[in-house]
Structure formats: C-alpha cells, structure tokens
C-alpha cells in the first residue's frame, strides 16, 4: 500500500506544481492549460512511462537465443520468488549499468548495458538482476518510472518557459514593466520547478535502492555477490561515463555520471561504499 500512496502522491504532487506554472504564466487559462496537459501527462506517465524510458537510452529486446546467460538467471530467480518473467533488454552503452521499469510485476522489464555483461561474473550479474527484480517485488518501478516521465516534463516545459520569458522579455519592455509582480512569480516558479520536481524524485529513490539491495541479497542468499557487482559498477562506471538524462538517473542500478551540472546536487542514489557496508555488515575499502 505504502508505493501506491507514493506514486498517487507523486503524481498528485507534480500536476499541482503543473497548475501552478499554468496559472504563474497564463493566469485562469494557463492553469485550465496546465490541467488538461497535466491530465494527458499522468496518463502516459501510469501507461508508457516504461517504454519512454527505454527508447530514450535505444535500448532493444533481446531473445532467450541471444542472450542465454542473462535468461537462464532470470528464470531461476522469478520461479524461486514467483514473479511473472519480465522482458528483457540491452542498451547499446559501454558504461556498465542496469535498470528495472514497468508500471507492475505483470508488465516488467529489464535493460542491461552491453558493458554490464561483459565486466560482471555470472554470480555477480545475478547480484545485479536480484536487485533489479527487487524493485519489481517491492513494486516501486512504477514509482521511479512515473518520477522520471514527469520530472523530465517539468523540467522540460521550466526550459521552454526560460527561453519563452528571455525572448518575451526583449520583445515588450512596456509591458513587462506593467505587469513586474506576474513576471517575477514566472521567473520564480522556472527555478522552483526543476528543483521540486528533483527533490520529488528523491525522496522516492533512495530508500529504494538500500531496500532492493537487500530484497536481491535475500533472493540470491548471497550478498557478497552484489557488494562485488556494485564496487565494479562504481570503479568502471567512472572511467567510462554513462549518457544519462537526470530526469532518468534514479532508474539505474547505480548513479550515471551526468557531467558537472544543476542535476548532480541532488543525488538519487545513496553512497556505494553505504550500500556495501549494509550487504556486507562491513566498512566497504575502495581502490579509486
């Protein structure tokens, strides 16, 4: 029940961040703008949010033919939990990382990067792939998935209204100076919605990343498995950086590096060296 309130929440929470940008621009109208945008938004975000996720990083679905090895780990560990099989699919990056999507354990996916399968030892891409069906267990993929649709939205539609107001602005000076408070609260509500939409996003996804560490080290019996596949994903990761939008960051498995911008203050994933000591119950050592 708990992840049904969250992503009721979530979604409450950002169509009223919506309303109040449609009523900071266009007043009354701007706000039965924003709600009917806001209408159509959650209902892509419940229903495709997954397959948004996917297309953006081109990831491609793969058969029990092409790739066995990831299959047969698969199928062993949802017929020990009793979950449905989920699709499975590879991104073409050479950045190892894993993500889980869907809006429920029915309509579940899978994506690994080409780079995760060939640095990962099969017991540690097992780690990985426990982890990833942790979040479908637990059933907060559709939280992250729906976080990240509307998070990237908001940001997107704060960007467009940046450059509306930068090239409004040099077009009527008269009437900017008329209307200074509505301007102001524009400009204000541009800043406020990316942040809000961030700090949403993670409050949602850090919890979860400590609580699908764990529900994957319970599935496998074997943490140590995991600690080892989160240590190379760390040290690799950072020699070769994955391409990631922030609105998405909090999906993967670990923190893609997104470059040195606004996004990186807000991380969405806890410590590595935090997530190894509680799988281990040790101090995580790292050779950078």
Known sequence: MGNTFKTAFLLTALTLLLLMIGRAFGGQNGMM??????????????????KIALSMYRAKPVTREELP??????????????LPMPKIYVIPAESPNAFATGRNPQHASVALTHGILGLLTDEELEGVLAHELGHVNNRDIL??????TIAGAITMLASMGRWAMIFG?????????RGGGGGLAALLMLI?????ASLIQLAVSRSREYQADATGAHFTGNPYALASALQKLD??????????????????????????NFANLFSTHPPIAKRIERLTGRPAEFQQ
Do not use: C, W
């Not at 939280?143 to 990240?148: F, R």
């Open 33 to 50: 703008i924003a709600l009917a945008v806001a209408v159509v938004m959650n209902f892509v975000s419940y229903f495709f949010s997954d």
């Open 69 to 82: 090895r990831a299959y047969q780990i698969v199928e062993r560990l949802t017929q020990k939990i009793g």
């Open 143 to 148: 939280i992250s998935s729906v976080a990240a």
């Open 169 to 177: 602005g040099m077009e009527g000076g008269d009437r900017d100076r």
């Open 192 to 196: 406020v919605a990316p942040i809000a």
């Open 235 to 260: 040290a690799y990761s950072r020699r070769v950086p994955m391409m990631a939008s922030p609105s998405t960051a909090h999906l993967f498995i670990i923190q893609p590096l997104l470059g040195m």
